[in-house]
């Protein structure tokens, strides 16, 4: 209890000023941000773009939070993962139609419009508007037009629904980070309406919130050593708790198991497949020692990506 006490005195502490800097940003936008930055962090050159039209300072940096190295880097790998497994997943099952919950600036708008799929991203207002804005013209005038964004609150089953049904066939329902800042009542709402666009339109629900602490002390374990990654996760949950201005529920399932029985209670399967394949394109490699690399290597050929399908109907 002390120590979560002290963590968040320190976090609190170093995010004062940056709040200040963005306080025209709402919280759902800033923690956005936030995300985009790590991201942009790594090098990926997408990211890096859409954080450029959004013409935004860093939100943090060395002189406004305590123990920005670790926490950057450990983060920044966190979200390319998080981004890599889902693009890879979307290109080797050949998705056309892409639905993304509370994505974000996310620069998988970008890669699979001009890619030629169909992107629609599921938001709260303020990203909703702004991302509809910047995205385009990041993406370019020529496959601008496979980009949408509309605001969509996920217990809202004419928005969820009326979304779904601007695709025409199979969906890949991408979720990465939203689970965790639901109560029980609106993931159990979530989960319904997921499993009533999946057995209309086919396709399937990918996310690895289900193992998120486990993903990301792993990662934290391989940077800093197993002794660190508890301290690690529990500062990087208070970070976002302050920025988004809600608690994080990271404990709604007391084990992967009881996740599996909760979505098979909605009418749901899951399955588990290796988080990424191919780690050679990754740019937060280029950061790393080559046995950082390795244990990177294997926390990718984990089974944290979860598939989530409607019972008897295939992918």
């Not at 969906?171 to 499993?195: H, K, P, V």
Request: proline fraction near 1%.
């Amino acid at each position: 209890m002390f120590k979560k006490i002290l963590i968040t005195l320190l976090i609190f502490s170093t995010i004062l000023t940056a709040k200040v800097s963005a306080a025209e940003f709402e919280m759902v936008s800033y923690s956005a941000l936030v995300k985009l930055q790590w991201l942009a962090n790594t090098g990926q050159p997408e990211a890096k773009k859409i954080l450029k039209a959004i013409d935004k300072n860093n939100i943090f940096d060395k002189t406004n939070l305590r123990d920005y190295d670790r926490l950057e880097l450990l983060n920044s790998i966190f979200q390319e993962l998080n981004y890599a497994s889902s693009v890879e997943y979307v290109r080797k099952n050949n998705y056309t139609n892409i639905m993304d919950i509370g994505g974000g600036y996310t620069p998988r708008a970008v890669v699979f419009a001009r890619e030629d799929r169909k992107y629609i991203g599921a938001e709260l207002a303020a990203v909703a508007v702004s991302a509809s804005e910047i995205i385009p013209k990041v993406i370019g005038k020529n496959y601008s037009q496979n980009v949408y964004y509309d605001e969509v609150l996920v217990e809202d089953r004419e928005a969820m629904l009326g979304n779904a049904g601007k695709f025409n066939g199979k969906i890949c329902i991408i979720e990465n980070g939203l689970q965790i800042y639901l109560t029980e009542e609106r993931n159990e709402a979530m989960f319904d309406l997921i499993r009533e666009i999946l057995q209309k339109h086919g396709g399937c629900f990918i996310s690895t919130d289900f193992a998120t602490k486990d993903f990301f002390k792993e990662i934290a374990a391989a940077l800093y050593g197993q002794h660190q990654a508890q301290l690690l996760y529990d500062e990087t949950k208070v970070m976002y708790e302050e920025l988004f201005d809600s608690e994080i529920f990271d404990d709604t399932f007391k084990s992967q198991a009881e996740a599996i029985q909760f979505l098979n209670a909605h009418g749901l399967q899951v399955r588990q497949v290796p988080l990424l394949t191919d780690t050679s394109k990754l740019y937060c490699t280029k950061k790393l020692s080559k046995v950082q690399i390795e244990k990177l290597n294997q926390i990718a050929a984990k089974n944290y990506l979860w598939v989530i399908t409607v019972r008897d109907i295939g992918i």
